[in-house]
């Protein structure tokens, strides 16, 4: 019992940074722009993040931890949204290839969240010596009172506000996509942008704005995972490969975030499985380890079996847009 | 030799520590010069205290920046072969490799350039290689993974006795990297530290398959919690435990680093390596042209390993009293970490099962004494067997 | 008429023009000034992060790839197994078919490679299962690719996360191989194979260790140079991967072509996989591929598959990577910074393409009236 | 007062690199008419349209809408001064719906209410008299419903200014002829109309005034009632052109495709052909004619070997008098089997050609297998190529520019040209001059004539009735996938074809 309450608790934990990951990048690729910088981006988020709250704590005597909560937000964001504002100024403006770019942010990302992530853990004085515990406790704190409901309380209460916040995202964007003007426009900028052109929407607004808050929304997941995951510190690497599965669950959920949210679970709990697995070798537990991914390939091929179009991705994505181009 | 080190320290930081170490530098400390090759970097726990050993020996024989060079992030492959001769080309008189994986290419090296000294540590080949410039070093890290162990088993005594768990339920999980001697020889050095004191304590293992996978750790330890783990400590290389046990309120026990930033109301203590003593041992050898050994591991006796200040605010009552009384019974040659008599394997003691022969006959050259003699035929752990009272939860 | 008129007089400030064509003088002009703005960038940087002398900190750089003979070579080794890879990836990305599962084809190849090592060092002469590797890890590359290329040809599958998946899958399967072949047990290293035999290595070539490795890859470049640009197989790379519908029409069998030049992408990849392996590490582990199948996706895209381009690309990357860990140990400016400038340096070559694409025209003030 | 000009356009010039597509061209809409823009292909009558509608900015030159001066930067402007435009090539999102393409970048409140926007569509529609469901989706759409939608879109923004590009080239007689009437409607609701075609006959019956355009400059503009096809044809060719079909008896005639009760399906796994069987014979021109989605596309691709049969069988008849099998056979196969077939198909950059790919390279597409050698001979394309841009007249800068960049017209006359050169037994050709300008069309009918003459056999899908009956020998009639009649061109006419065309069984057909 509670063996599978720790499982599923960990399988949200784990899935809630992808899926932060995964509505950043459908916010992004509903404007046509395939941004594979998102794992860089959210090494970049999460360094900042960290980095914010750092010296705010290092230079105030008596922290608070709301404000540290709101500094590390804040430079998250505006980080995040920075390094999409490159993806966007190279691919959008400068027309640059989208998958190049992409990867190239992705290598500037991760070493950028590498870099200072050693650089403050010196100045923190050693490795493992970071720690923002009044910011990272804010951020861990859950909900009050109903988190002590036995069972019920471990299993919806238990998580910081980001885990809920990241929810909250999803279903918001999946409203914004479907019911909203600036969505419907949104999807039509991914869809054709020459249409939406001469619908009179303004095509780089669009793709700027849905690929910067795309990213600033995927930061937030490495913040998620710095501060809620690891309790404010810091490891090289640390986040691993999960940007690119945030990427695949963009797939998995068929451009939908609310798809992404179960997904994003099932994702979770797939890259945690083999720990709670019983009688598994380390032979074993390697090949377990390639669940996630296998379980994608699979999605992947039943979906492309199934040609419905509106389970299609947006179809001038990955291309560049020129008005004047024929 | 004073001479030498000022004109060189006018340009560095190095200034106040060449100074301090002017004293008993040799002559030709000079002209020497140390190459190093690490498996990660300052941001990684085991390599740094391997850099914080390197800085320590510059200041004590006085070397400038120049006479050290450093190289961080050398992977397991031919990269390491690289660095090492890049290091020879570059005039290294004594090179270093701090990882595993980076022996064998340590040996190539060591083959092509005879007149350099190779060192190589957590290795076991330098012996058998037939290369005289080649050797391996370690720390008795066993000891101070026994002194943690006994902080450990204080803490469970005190949580049975004000009655938080039953003396049954004394479990300790363990977040191990991989299943070979090294770990082997340090989880159960640390289980029989905690046994030492809280007799019904058990322990299960699990392993994470990377030395840092700071998320792996995590996971790992809370899994190890919610399968009843009452403590949990690791023989990882990240903070990944530690941060799990805090959110989940459990105590732990680290490893290279103290890991009160991170888990401040859960972190008892860190055992950890001093790297100083061997790197200073090694380059004033070759400084003065002293044979150095191909195998070197030393213990609390000499400074090479220690535990982390207690975490006041989390350990038990009495700890410290009892960890300066083991340490000095580790010191004295009284207590002995692989005591035969202190454990069993499948209800056997060691002595019986190396007697019937078959696969424990090999291990007929430790065992003397009523212990089992950890790195003293090789300075790497060579103790891999599964005692009882502890469950490797991957098989 | 009731309808507010609005009235617009301003000409937008800027405007992109394409241009119709560049000279190649002047298009490497533009590129030599990004890279030159790219290290000023860099510079300031430098500067900003570490208040070290950024020209010392260049020097070191060149000093690190280039300053001995065995540092050229060890620079000239990566660069070839970079252009290999880069050139395996030229047919698929020719035929818009984004494999980025290059890492994923390096590791099976890798792992094939080593495998052979290991089981058949006594079973076979060296110079025959030298041969063998290189054919097993092509064929296991090819394995790895023609997976992803089977359901994008017959159900459409997304071949970019698949391939990407697969990397994953595969990383998954050295590590799986690992448990078996590590020494010793529970180590998780698998050491130098046959150190002692060198069976299954590359023999030294002219004296140089790295010579066999120059030959292969300089012989497959220019091999793949000459299948794409006049042969058949080119002709129909390049029709399918404009237009699927062109293709079948042109009587090409589109799914054979999917499905043969993801072999052979697969393949060299593979190869590049024993390139590595069996000529330059003689161990497996998850770092092999090390990345380098996502970084000659850059390679590739941004030589515009010109083998000659790619040379370039490819050594101005490997420099800055070779260069790094220089650097590092000079001026203790981790590797992790130097990600961070060979970002910027990709980001303004990237960039300056449009510049070579297109004119900036700036408002004009004569004209326009009112 | 005085009354001002729906749209002045003054000494507007406009350039693509180093083609001028608009030199110093002036044109005035008045309100509440309906203007004809004429002009070859490429002549800059797109081009000078999207400067209105924000597609492109002018280089030079002064726009005034209702006497004022303007500047439109992007269609936003252009929709704020009252402009709409349906552009030659739909602009509209397949995978919504029509009402959701409707307010496509409209503002508003933020959050969309269908029902109201539904309401409001109806309104439009009723008023004008178009047939629209605004709830579904454009992928489900025939040709004339994507028109509908386009032309509601630009109601809906409230423009009194029309442009509408091309906007006849997709439908059949009947389609035209109601969007004629829906524009009279606007025109009598005050609104100003400029269309743009290259069918003379609806020009002559629809426009107030004619407006010429050559090669970029502007020419003239005439009242309507004085113009007729052959002195708007000299206009804007320059000179005396005669616009006859010569069409021969055919000779000799021999059985070539016969094909036997085939039947095939869509992708969606609909019925497109529904045993349909004919024979086609040398000598001949057999026309082919239907509202279009009939299964014409499916026709010429069964016998090419690009679609999919479910069963039925097609058999080539040699010359030599043998008889091939090609059921179920691919393009590659029929090729290898020395069956000389030629396809024009009606998709000329997604299918016929490589935009992105020189002339050269465009014309291996059919040759490129030939000989054993592995690579590819180059020097017989370019031979090629360069013998069909002489021949034919294409107009472009050199042999080594992308075929993307040459206007429709060109484009065609490569495909058909490379086509033609493979010396075929059977020639099939899909809308051979959709889009094309009047002399660019009559070009194309001689050269189906000359096959015709040299004894192949010529299939050809044409929507335009009036050509049908004048260039065929006989014509296939296709209603809803089946063959509702074979009938002798010389001897029908166009209210047979229509009521062919149609039949009874159409309406309830559509209504499933
Ligand atoms: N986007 C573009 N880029 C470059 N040149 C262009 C572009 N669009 C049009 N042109 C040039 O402008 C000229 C006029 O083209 P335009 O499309 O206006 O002709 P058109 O009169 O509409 O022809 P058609 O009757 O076939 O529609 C062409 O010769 C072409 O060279
Ligand atoms: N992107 C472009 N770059 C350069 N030239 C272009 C481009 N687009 C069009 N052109 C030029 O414009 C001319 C006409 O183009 P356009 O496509 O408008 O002709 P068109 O007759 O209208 O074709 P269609 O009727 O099929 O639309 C051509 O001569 C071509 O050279
Ligand atoms: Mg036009
Ligand atoms: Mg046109």
């Known amino acids: 019992m509670d063996l599978l309450l720790t499982f599923i608790q960990k399988a949200i934990g784990q899935g809630i940074a992808i899926l932060f990951g995964a509505t950043g990048e459908i916010v992004t690729e509903k404007s046509g722009n395939l941004n594979l910088g998102i794992p860089g981006i959210m090494y970049m988020g999460g360094i900042s993040g960290l980095m914010g709250a750092f010296f705010y704590e290092k230079n105030v005597a008596n922290p608070i931890p709301l404000i540290g909560l709101f500094i590390s937000f804040l430079m998250t964001f505006i980080v995040s949204a920075l390094g999409g504002f490159i993806y966007s100024f190279l691919t959008i403006t400068l027309r640059a290839n989208q998958n190049v770019v992409g990867l190239a942010l992705t290598t500037f990302g991760v070493g950028f969240g590498n870099f200072f992530g050693g650089s403050i853990s010196k100045l923190a004085g050693g490795v493992g010596q970071i720690s923002v515990k009044t910011t990272a406790a804010a951020f861990r704190a859950s909900v009050p009172v109903l988190n002590k409901i036995p069972i019920i309380g471990d299993l919806l209460f238990s998580y910081g506000f980001l885990t809920y916040l990241a929810i909250i995202i999803s279903l918001s964007m999946t409203y914004f ?44 997941g490495g913040l998620y995972f710095v501060m809620e995951y690891y309790g404010g510190t810091w490891s090289n690497n640390g ?47 390697e090949l377990c380890k390639m669940l996630p991914y296998l379980v994608t390939i699979v999605v992947l091929i039943i979906s492309s079996k199934r040609n419905k179009h509106e389970s299609q991705p947006p179809s001038s994505l990955g291309k560049a847009y020129f008005r004047e181009e024929r | 030799g004073s001479s030498a080190t000022k004109e060189s320290s006018s340009d560095t930081i190095q200034t106040q520590s060449s100074e301090s170490a002017s004293g008993d530098t040799q002559d030709d400390a000079s002209a020497i010069k140390v190459g190093i090759m690490y498996i990660g970097d300052e941001n990684e726990g085991y390599t740094e205290s391997h850099m914080k050993g390197i800085q320590e020996m510059k200041t004590a024989l006085g070397l400038t920046d120049e006479q050290v060079i450093e190289k961080t992030n050398i992977p397991e492959d031919e990269s390491a072969y690289d660095a090492a001769v890049d290091l020879a080309d570059q005039g290294c008189n004594i090179i270093f490799a701090n990882s595993f994986g980076q022996e064998s290419y340590m040996m190539q090296a060591a083959e092509e350039f005879p007149e350099v000294q190779f060192a190589h540590a957590t290795g076991y080949q330098a012996a058998s290689s037939g290369l005289s410039n080649m050797h391996n070093y370690f720390t008795s890290i066993y000891e101070a993974r026994f002194v943690t162990g006994v902080v450990a088993g204080l803490k469970l005594n005190e949580l049975i006795e004000n009655g938080t768990i039953t003396a049954e339920q004394a479990k300790i999980g363990y977040v191990g990297a991989f299943p070979y001697a090294e770990v082997v020889s340090g989880y159960t050095s640390f289980y029989l530290g905690a046994k030492s004191v809280c007799p019904t304590a058990t322990m299960e293992v699990q392993y994470t398959n990377s030395w840092a996978d700071m998320s792996g750790e995590a996971e790992v330890a809370s899994q190890l919690i919610a399968n009843g783990a009452k403590l949990i400590s690791q023989h990882a290389d990240t903070t990944g435990a530690p941060s799990a046990c805090e959110q989940a309120g459990v105590p ?66 009495g700890s410290a009293e009892k960890v300066a009384q083991v340490e000095a019974a580790i010191k004295d040659g009284s207590l002995h970490v692989f005591d ?24 007929a050259d430790y065992v003397s004494d009523g212990y089992f003699h950890e790195s003293e035929l090789a300075s790497s752990p060579s103790f891999d067997l599964r005692i009882d009272g502890i469950t490797e939860l991957t098989e | 008429m009731s309808k507010d008129i609005v009235l617009l007089n301003k000409e937008p400030f800027i405007r992109m023009v394409k241009r119709d064509s560049i000279t190649t003088v002047k298009a490497w002009f533009i590129r030599m000034i990004a890279v030159i703005l790219a290290l ?69 190849g890798g792992t094939a490679a080593a495998a052979f ?30 997976i992803p290329a089977f359901f994008k040809a017959y159900f459409n599958t997304n071949e970019t996360l698949f391939t990407l998946m697969l990397n994953y899958v595969a990383m998954q399967i050295v590590t799986f191989c690992i448990v078996f072949w590590e020494n010793p047990t529970g180590s998780n290293t698998v050491g130098i194979i046959n150190s002692a035999t060198k069976a299954g290595w590359f023999p030294s070539l002219f004296g140089n260790v790295y010579g066999l490795n120059v030959v292969l890859v300089l012989l497959l470049t220019t091999a793949i140079a000459i299948y794409m640009k006049y042969s058949k197989h080119g002709y129909e790379i390049s029709v399918v991967g404009e237009s699927e519908f062109t293709a079948e029409y042109a009587g090409i069998n589109v799914k054979k072509v999917i499905l043969r030049t993801m072999m052979v992408s697969g393949a060299i990849c593979g190869f590049a996989g024993s390139l590595i392996v069996s000529g330059a590490s003689h161990t497996i582990s998850t770092s092999t591929a090390g990345g380098r199948g996502f970084t000659a996706i850059i390679v590739a895209w941004m030589a515009k598959f010109n083998p000659i381009a790619m040379i370039l690309v490819s050594a101005l990357l490997i420099f800055m990577q070779q260069g790094s860990v220089q650097i590092a140990t000079q001026f203790g400016l981790n590797e992790n910074a130097s990600d961070i400038i060979t970002g910027i340096i990709i980001f303004f070559l990237i960039g300056c393409e449009f510049f070579i694409n297109y004119q900036v025209e700036l408002r004009k003030k004569s004209k326009e009236g009112k | 007062m005085e009354q001002v000009n729906a749209i002045e356009l003054k000494h507007v010039t406009k350039r693509f690199g180093e083609v001028t597509a608009n030199d110093n061209v002036s044109l005035t809409l008045k309100k509440g008419e309906i203007l004809s823009i004429l002009g070859e292909n490429g002549s800059g009558k797109t081009t000078l349209m999207n400067m209105l509608s924000g597609i492109y900015f002018p280089d030079e030159g002064e726009i005034r809408i209702n006497g004022n001066a303007v500047t439109i930067r992007s269609p936003k402007d252009s929709f704020s001064l009252g402009i709409g435009m349906i552009h030659q090539h739909f602009k509209l999102i397949n995978i919504l719906t029509a009402a959701e393409n409707i307010i496509l970048g409209l503002p508003g409140e933020k959050k969309i209410k269908m029902p109201q926007v539904v309401e409001e569509i109806n309104a439009l529609t009723r008023k004008y008299g178009f047939d629209l469901n605004p709830m579904q989706k454009i992928y489900d759409m025939s040709v004339s419903q994507k028109q509908t939608v386009e032309i509601i879109k630009v109601l809906y923004r ?89 069409r021969t008896k055919p000779t000799n005639q021999k059985k070539r495709i016969e094909v036997c009760n085939i039947n095939c399906r869509n992708k969606e796994g609909l019925p497109v052909l529904t045993d349909a069987s004919f024979i086609a014979y040398s000598g001949e021109i057999l026309g082919v004619a239907g509202i279009s ?94 013998k069909i841009v002489e021949q034919l007249k294409v107009v472009t800068p050199k042999l080594e520019t992308p075929v993307r960049r040459l206007s429709g017209g060109n484009v065609q006359k490569v495909l058909v040209g490379r086509e033609i050169a493979l010396n075929p037994t059977v020639l099939m050709v899909a809308y051979p001059v959709r889009g094309l300008d009047i002399n660019s069309s009559y070009t194309i009918y001689n050269l189906l004539n000359e096959e015709k003459k040299k004894g192949h056999a010529v299939i050809c899908v044409i929507e335009d009735l009036d050509v049908l009956l004048e260039l065929c020998d006989r014509i296939l009639v296709l209603n809803s996938g089946k063959i509702t009649g074979v009938v002798d061109a010389r001897s029908t006419n166009k209210e047979e074809l229509g009521l062919l065309m149609t039949g009874t069984g159409e309406e309830k057909h559509k209504d499933e």
Not at chain 3, 58 to 83: N, P
Not at chain 3, 124 to 142: D, F, T, W
Not at chain 4, 168 to 194: C, R, W, Y
């Open chain 1, 177 to 220: 996509l479907k019911h909203t003007r600036k969505g419907l426009n949104l999807r039509a900028v991914g869809e054709d942008p020459a249409t939406a052109d001469a619908a009179g929407i303004n095509v780089t607004r669009y793709k700027y704005s849905a690929t910067v808050m795309g990213a600033a929304i995927a930061g937030l």
């Open chain 1, 239 to 285: 986040f691993g490969d999960r940007g690119w599965l945030a990427i695949a669950l963009v797939i998995l959920a068929l451009w939908n975030p609310n798809n992404a949210i179960w997904g994003s679970f099932l994702f979770g709990g797939l890259y945690i499985l083999y720990i709670y697995l019983p009688g598994l070798t380390r032979a074993t537990q």
């Open chain 2, 252 to 317: 732990n026990v680290g490893y290279n680093v103290d890991m009160t930033s991170v888990a401040p109301d859960s972190a008892l203590t860190s055992a950890y390596n001093n790297w100083a003593p061997y790197y200073t041992y090694a380059v004033k050898s070759v400084i003065d042209g002293t044979k150095m050994d191909v195998n070197w591991c030393q213990g609390f006796a000499e400074g090479a390993v220690g535990i982390t200040a207690l975490n006041e605010k989390v350990v038990a009552a």
């Open chain 2, 340 to 363: 035969t008599t202190t454990f069993t394997i499948g209800g056997k003691s060691l002595e019986d099962l190396i007697a019937e022969g078959g696969d424990y006959a090999k291990y």
């Open chain 3, 40 to 108: 000023i960038v860099a510079a300031l940087v430098i500067v900003a992060i570490t208040k070290q002398n950024p020209i010392e900190v260049y020097l070191g750089m060149i000093d690190g790839a280039v300053g001995s003979k065995r540092r050229l070579w060890v620079t000239i080794r990566e660069i070839l197994a970079m252009l290999c890879i880069a050139v395996g990836l030229t047919p698929a990305f020719k035929m818009k078919f984004w494999n980025i599962g290059a890492e994923g084809q390096i590791l099976m």
């Open chain 3, 117 to 146: 090592m290991i089981y058949f060092s006594d079973k076979l002469p060296s110079g025959i299962l030298l041969i063998v590797i290189i054919i097993v890890s092509s064929i296991a590359g090819l394995i790895w690719g023609i």
């Open chain 4, 158 to 246: 409230g423009a009194d200014i029309l442009i509408l590009d091309e906007p006849t080239a997709v439908l059949t007689p009947h389609e035209t002829t109601k969007l004629f009437q829906v524009l009279k409607n606007m025109k009598e609701d005050g609104k100003s109309i400029i269309i743009i075609t290259h069918k003379l006959n609806e020009v002559l019956e629809l426009s107030d005034r004619i407006s010429v355009l050559r090669k970029g400059t502007y020419i003239n503009t005439v009242e309507t009632k004085d113009a007729t096809v052959e002195s708007l044809t000299e206009m804007m060719v320059g000179e005396k052109v005669s616009l006859d079909i010569k």
């Open chain 4, 293 to 386: 989605g009939s299964g014409q596309k499916e026709l010429l691709e069964s016998i090419a070997g690009l679609q999919k049969l479910e069963s039925g069988q097609i058999f080539y008849h040699t010359p030599e008098e043998t008889i091939e099998d090609l059921t179920k056979l691919s393009a590659d196969v029929i090729k290898e089997k020395g069956v000389r077939l030629a396809f024009v198909p009606e998709d000329r950059l997604g299918m016929g050609l490589v935009g992105s790919m020189d002339l050269t390279d465009n014309m291996m597409i059919r040759s490129y297998k030939d000989g054993r050698s592995f690579l590819v001979d180059r020097k017989k394309p370019r031979k090629l190529a360069s």
